[in-house]
């Protein structure tokens, strides 16, 4: 990864942080991204010499502009992006049946996860064309592949994101640049494990067949690894991360 600079959105903290650092352990310079400088600040530092803090709000049109525009203007070039950010959970919205579902609700979510995953791959493709090289990587979940009884909007932000990947995928991989998802199932962060009640953790625990939550680092390695050369010949795939829970 020397040489190489890789974007992480929403990287100060669960997944994104994990992954920041694992690409940054493997010798990429990191652009810490977060809706809040002083956050992305101090993660950067936690990581190390090779991170760099930068802001950056997804579903703010100017701010993905003058990101990228940063950020070619510092480091000259954006080899990986990984589209991490996502809707915060937020019990109200998740609860809700389908069909009680509030337009505005539903708009929260996908402004974020899905135009907000548009915005900023829209934005760093041309930086990718201009060296003829680059991976785009997006984070989903299991829902938008199987379905789920809770999360709807969710469900469907986390789904257009699957197909996103897939467009971007056949459409410049004739130009250097490959598309990946990872697809995840229950992973322990402050947005889940760490907001759950013991009986709903243990719950979740068993919806998989390895029984047990993910460490976020487990993504973060997939994440490093699909990153680099060793992917060369895969583009536009779905990787489930869930512990053996959805199966293709
Ligand atoms: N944990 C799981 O079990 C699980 C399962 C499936 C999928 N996922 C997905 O994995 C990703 C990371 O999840 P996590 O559990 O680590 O959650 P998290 O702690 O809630 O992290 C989400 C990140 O998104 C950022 N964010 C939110 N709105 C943003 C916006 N408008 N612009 C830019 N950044 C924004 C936040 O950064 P700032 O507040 O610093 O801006 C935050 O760091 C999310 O996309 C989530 O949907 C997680």
Not at 131 to 139: A, E, L
Not at 198 to 204: F, G, L, M
Request: net charge positive.
């Amino acid at each position: 990864m020397k040489g190489r600079v890789a974007a992480v959105t929403g990287a100060t903290r669960g997944i994104g942080f994990e992954i920041a650092s694992e690409l940054a352990r493997k010798g990429a310079t990191v652009i810490v991204c977060s809706r809040d400088i002083e956050s992305a600040r101090e993660a950067a530092k936690k990581i190390g010499s090779g991170a760099h803090p930068s802001a950056l709000d997804i579903s703010n049109p100017a701010s993905v502009r003058a990101f990228v525009r940063r950020t070619v203007a510092r480091h000259g070039r954006i080899d990986i992006l990984v589209n991490n950010a996502g809707y915060p959970f937020d019990k109200k919205i998740w609860y809700r049946q389908f069909h009680e579902t509030a337009d505005g609700e539903f708009d929260h979510i996908v402004e974020v996860d899905l135009k907000g995953t548009f915005r900023v791959t829209r934005a760093v493709i041309p930086v990718m064309l201009k060296k003829k090289s680059g991976v785009i990587i997006s984070i989903s979940s299991t829902p938008a592949i199987a379905g789920h009884v809770e999360g709807a909007p969710y469900t469907l932000a986390k789904a257009g994101i699957v197909a996103m990947t897939k467009h971007v995928a056949i459409e410049y991989a004739s130009r250097g640049i490959r598309a990946y998802t990872l697809a995840l199932g229950n992973i322990a962060t402050d947005a889940t494990f760490n907001s759950m009640s013991a009986s709903a953790r243990k719950k979740a625990a068993q919806e998989n067949a390895m029984k047990r939550w993910g460490d976020p680092k487990e993504v973060a390695k997939v994440a490093a690894g699909i990153a680099g050369d060793d992917f060369s010949f895969a583009t536009g795939n779905t990787i489930i991360i869930d512990g053996g829970a959805v199966l293709l």
